[in-house]
T-cell receptor
Framework: EPEVTQTPSHQVTQMGQEVILRCVPI?????FYWYRQILGQKVEFLVS????????KSEIFDDQFSVERPDGSNFTLKIRSTKLEDSAMYFC?????????????FGPGTRLTVT | KNEVEQSPQNLTAQEGEFITINCSYS?????LHWLQQHPGGGIVSLFM???GKKKHGRLIATINIQEKHSSLHITASHPRDSAVYIC??????????????FGKGTHLIIQP
């Protein structure tokens, strides 16, 4: 069964460093998402991406964040200058189309620890 | 802005019990997702529904659009059902790719 994959599974970085989280969505999917979950809190929407551009973004997704689909298969989330509060689990998701019955499929997550 | 509320936040039950987790949301949605999150953190989609009822094995999900309420039921619960169950509202608007709005989750423990 096709699945969304994410690398790395765990990333440790120092405050102020740039990090790139990578995702490979399911191959025939058109919509891509990044979510984050701070430890002990609910999952929060960051950004959605369609047709090679950002479709929607939350207030969390400020100028420190950017997304890219560089080669038609990978979908990346870049944090330019990490802060302690960026420590969280980051989930990528993809869906074939919007609407019922098109579910979102989640990757296993990348745990980002900023020290 | 859609708010999603779940209850209870924590639920401990004995193996075999019938489990109900409730979800309510504040504005109209296009679909409601039920998700399962295990201790390792991964999220698995259980159901996506926009009306009525869906069943998969021992899991049943219902939604009442007029009352903005959904329930997830687990029949004959088993310790392997122990996980965090999350409901999430889908605000997709046809052309858009809105992200899901998540509830805080219900931490379910089934004791043998």
């Amino acid at each position: 069964e096709p699945e969304v994959t994410q690398t790395p599974s765990h990333q440790v970085t120092q405050m102020g460093q740039e990090v790139i989280l990578r995702c490979v969505p399911i191959s025939n999917h058109l919509y891509f998402y990044w979510y984050r979950q701070i430890l002990g809190q609910k999952v929060e929407f960051l950004v959605s991406f369609y047709n090679n551009e950002i479709s929607e973004k939350s207030e969390i997704f400020d100028d420190q964040f950017s997304v890219e689909r560089p080669d038609g298969s990978n979908f990346t989330l870049k944090i330019r200058s990490t802060k302690l509060e960026d420590s969280a689990m980051y989930f990528c998701a993809s869906r074939a189309r919007t609407g019922v019955p098109y579910e979102q499929y989640f990757g296993p997550g990348t745990r980002l620890t900023v020290t | 802005k859609n708010e999603v509320e779940q209850s209870p936040q924590n639920l401990t039950a004995q193996e075999g019990e019938f489990i109900t987790i409730n979800c309510s949301y504040s504005v109209g949605i296009s679909a409601l997702h039920w998700l399962q999150q295990h201790p390792g953190g991964g999220i698995v989609s259980l159901f996506m529904l926009s009306s009525g009822k869906k069943k998969h094995g021992r899991l049943i999900a219902t939604i009442n659009i007029q009352e903005k309420h959904s329930s997830l039921h687990i029949t004959a619960s088993h310790p392997r059902d122990s996980a965090v169950y999350i409901c999430a509202g889908d605000m997709y608007s046809g052309g858009g790719a809105d992200g899901l709005t998540f509830g805080k989750g219900t931490h379910l423990i089934i004791q043998p």
